[in-house]
């Protein structure tokens, strides 16, 4: 058996150029350029060739990613946010559930919210269904961020919510003007407190609806309308940008499994 020892560069000292000693310069580029097409390799096929051993190169995606996206491409789901995001590409996803819903069990427009939480919580959800009576994904997407953004989930509901009938933290001006209050917000990489416009609104009804006209008439969250499942609708909007909050989309799967998928 012929063993060939390589040193950094993937030459062998039988290799070794004869200017090597007199014109040392030449012969450290010539070795930088050897290295450098090592590493391109590497990248390319997964190995390098001094060494036959992985180097570098992109690592497969999580299982729970690849049971989310299925058997196609990663490509067909990226957007201008990717999953290179930490709160993307750490988190297992779970496979979409049924895109299928229930009937509300209540037609009337939400005006106020319950004392009672159990009580708020079916409002919520007659609501999300009503404003998205044949797009369960979006339904169950409005009612999770309405739990969410309006603190319900934590039975202590804003004074955004409370006070100007605004469940989704949707700024600018609503249906009766707009309340001007501090928010905090995650900018650069950390949480910081500012004070913006939020829509306010005659009735809890109105929110919904302009939750509603947000995501079908800006071309911004079309990926959410057209997501396939409420797992696929989670992540696409806060890829669109909905919120600043690195952890928004794990945060809406786990209201909605611990709150809310029992309704639907």
């Given at each position: 058996?012929?063993?060939?020892?390589?040193?950094?560069?993937?030459?062998?000292?039988a290799?070794?150029?004869?200017?090597?000693?007199?014109?040392?310069?030449?012969?450290?580029?010539?070795?930088?350029?050897?290295?450098?097409?090592?590493?391109?390799?590497?990248?390319?096929s997964?190995?390098?060739?001094?060494?036959?051993?992985?180097?570098?190169?992109?690592?497969?995606?999580?299982?729970?990613?690849?049971?989310?996206?299925?058997?196609?491409?990663?490509?067909?789901?990226?957007?201008?946010?990717?999953?290179?995001?930490?709160?993307?590409?750490?988190?297992?996803?779970?496979?979409?559930?049924?895109?299928?819903?229930?009937?509300?069990?209540?037609?009337?427009?939400?005006?106020?919210?319950?004392?009672?939480?159990?009580?708020?919580?079916?409002?919520?959800?007659?609501?999300?269904?009503?404003?998205?009576?044949?797009?369960?994904?979006?339904?169950?997407?409005?009612?999770a961020?309405?739990?969410?953004?309006?603190?319900?989930?934590?039975?202590?509901?804003?004074?955004?919510?409370?006070?100007?009938?605004n469940?989704?933290?949707?700024?600018?001006?609503?249906?009766?003007?707009?309340?001007?209050?501090?928010?905090?917000?995650?900018?650069n990489?950390?949480?910081?407190?500012?004070?913006?416009?939020?829509?306010?609104?005659?009735?809890?009804?109105?929110?919904?609806?302009?939750?509603?006209?947000?995501?079908?008439?800006?071309?911004?969250?079309?990926?959410?309308?057209?997501?396939?499942?409420?797992?696929e609708?989670?992540?696409?909007?806060?890829?669109?940008?909905?919120?600043?909050?690195?952890?928004?989309t794990?945060?809406?799967?786990?209201?909605?499994?611990?709150?809310?998928?029992?309704?639907?």
């Amino acid at each position: 058996m012929n063993i060939t020892t390589l040193n950094a560069a993937g030459f062998s000292p039988a290799q070794r150029p004869a200017f090597a000693d007199s014109q040392p310069f030449m012969f450290m580029m010539l070795q930088m350029m050897a290295v450098m097409s090592c590493l391109m390799e590497s990248l390319n096929s997964g190995g390098c060739p001094a060494c036959r051993r992985p180097f570098g190169g992109m690592s497969a995606p999580s299982p729970g990613l690849s049971n989310f996206l299925g058997s196609g491409s990663t490509n067909s789901f990226q957007s201008a946010g990717g999953f290179g995001s930490p709160a993307q590409a750490n988190n297992s996803f779970p496979a979409p559930g049924p895109n299928t819903m229930s009937p509300p069990t209540n037609t009337a427009p939400l005006s106020r919210l319950s004392d009672n939480r159990n009580e708020r919580i079916q409002q919520i959800v007659d609501a999300a269904k009503r404003t998205h009576p044949n797009h369960p994904h979006l339904a169950k997407l409005a009612a999770a961020q309405a739990l969410l953004e309006s603190g319900i989930h934590t039975n202590r509901p804003s004074g955004l919510a409370r006070n100007h009938n605004n469940l989704f933290g949707i700024k600018g001006r609503g249906t009766a003007g707009t309340a001007h209050l501090r928010t905090q917000e995650h900018l650069n990489g950390r949480n910081v407190t500012i004070r913006d416009g939020f829509a306010r609104n005659a009735t809890l009804e109105d929110s919904f609806l302009q939750h509603r006209n947000l995501l079908t008439r800006n071309r911004r969250y079309q990926s959410v309308v057209n997501a396939s499942s409420f797992e696929e609708a989670a992540l696409r909007i806060r890829q669109a940008g909905y919120a600043t909050a690195p952890n928004y989309t794990s945060a809406l799967l786990s209201v909605y499994r611990t709150h809310l998928a029992r309704y639907f």
